[in-house]
């Protein structure tokens, strides 16, 4: 099986099993092909919704309670009615995974959107019936090359948002700044973005939360204009855990620069090392000890 998309953070090993793979929308299902949503639709017309990505190992949903309450607090910031309790909208996503059969190496992408408009506009008040929901599972597995070589990354002039601006938090389908700080790395030679905060601290990369390590210490942004990333929170608990310093807290690309190591957390990568960060070198240049190490601690976890 070749990757797909090899040199992102996001990238997975292509499964053929995917081909046939069944899409829930509002509780009935599709083929791939025949999955849609209106294009009146306030997802589709300005990205007006919210989604999570969890992941399916060995028959247990990763860190569901953690997942469920995000979404859940994204929906309510914006007043969109779900149209589920929790445990309600999890039983939709067993519902989508027992219709394909699945039990293993899962990802699965959640979007609820505000639902159909009787025109395409920003009002939410011409909503003409309830919120959208739309499952997406696929069996995916993160990409091993990557691991082996580690990401490149480029500091976008794309800066991370501040919580009066747009609260990070809030895991909105509203991407924007993202994609264009991503193609501007991508436009650089590089995978992925590195973005600072509006004091010119570094915060995040553009989909991925960012860690460096310096000695034994993991230090990571101060979380105000970050994701509210759930495998970030998993890794330095992990790393405590393990009885070593987590410095969450402002630090500059100089002390980037003399870290140690550096890696990304997401949902579907995990722990993915970080190689070089604006064509310098970090470390040795390639995935060090301390990464495998938390990469450990991490896998322990998630297979607990």
């Not at 979404?71 to 995974?97: R, Y």
Request: glycine share 10%; hydrophobic share 40%.
């Amino acid at each position: 099986m070749t990757p797909l998309s090899s040199s992102s953070s996001q990238s997975y090993v292509k499964d053929p099993r995917n081909d046939g793979v069944e899409i829930y929308v509002n509780g009935e299902f599709f083929s791939r092909d025949e999955a849609k949503v209106s294009i009146f639709d306030a997802g589709f017309v300005l990205g007006d919704g919210v989604w999570e990505g969890i992941r399916l190992i060995n028959g247990k949903l990763l860190a569901i309670d953690e997942h469920i309450d995000r979404i859940f607090e994204g929906a309510c910031s914006i007043q969109l009615d779900i149209g589920f309790d929790k445990a309600g909208l999890v039983e939709e996503i067993w519902k989508c995974l027992r219709h394909n059969k699945m039990e293993d190496g899962v990802h699965i992408r959640m979007m609820i959107s505000r639902g159909r408009k009787s025109t395409p506009n920003q009002d939410p008040r011409f909503i003409v019936g309830g919120a959208t929901i739309v499952i997406v599972a696929e069996w995916k597995q993160p990409n091993p090359e990557l691991k082996a070589k580690g990401l490149r990354l480029m500091t976008s002039t794309i800066r991370c948002s501040t919580p009066d601006v747009f609260d990070l938090r809030l895991n909105s389908h509203s991407r924007l700044n993202f994609i264009q700080a991503l193609i501007q790395a991508i436009n650089m030679g590089a995978d992925e973005a590195l973005m600072l905060d509006d004091r010119g601290f570094v915060a995040s990369c553009n989909s991925t939360n960012f860690f460096i390590i310096r000695g034994d210490e993991l230090w990571t942004s101060d979380g105000m204009t970050c994701f509210n990333g759930i495998t970030r929170k998993k890794a330095i608990r992990v790393w405590k855990d393990a009885g070593l310093a987590v410095r969450e807290a402002p630090f500059t690309l100089a002390e980037v620069y003399s870290a140690d190591e550096a890696f990304c957390t997401g949902t579907l990568g995990g722990i993915t090392p970080v190689a070089t960060i604006d064509g310098r070198p970090i470390g040795t240049g390639k995935p060090g000890p301390k990464t495998a190490r938390i990469n450990d601690l991490y896998q322990a976890y998630i297979q607990g």
